[in-house]
């Protein structure tokens, strides 16, 4: 089921940018059974999360593109799709959605011609009441996410401790896979 939702979303999200019905149906099972996803299925989580991406996509960009009272709405549904990510559980994930909206929102207004200052202000109240939804429904599952942390062993790990190691330049080059 978790793919067949994946592979929805993806292909409604690529007939709405145009694609067509083939392009979106091959783009809908490439996602859904990709590396990411495959690999992952151990880490529940973040395939739960991955899944709804496309569709937060989709309904970021019918907000922004619609001008009218629909848009609101789609507006609401965008942040109603990203509070059900936050609470799929995986924080992470999760995140990069969230820079991959915020990529796309910022692609479509500097593509919006003519950027008027009642525009920008429009997409902003448009953005803000996403993520005003998202995390404020969403706090039901962050804030006890956030408490919990702290009594894991992992809440005691460092910032230099965790990044340590990966994060090293030299390391990518001298590593040997």
Known sequence: MLFRFASVFTYLFLRDIGMSRLGALAGGVVFAFCGFMTAHLGHLPMVLVATWIPLMLLLVRRALLKETIVGWAWAVGAGLCMAVA????????????????????????????????????????????????????????LLPSADMSSHSSRGKVGYEEASGFPARPLTTLTRVP
Do not use: D
């Open 86 to 141: 936050i609470f799929a559980g995986h924080l992470q994930i999760f995140a990069y959605g969230l820079i991959a909206s915020a990529v796309l929102w910022l692609y479509l207004l500097l593509g919006k011609k003519p950027i008027t200052p009642r525009v920008v202000a429009l997409w902003v109240a448009k953005g803000a009441l996403m993520l005003t939804i998202a995390l404020g429904i969403g706090a039901g599952q």
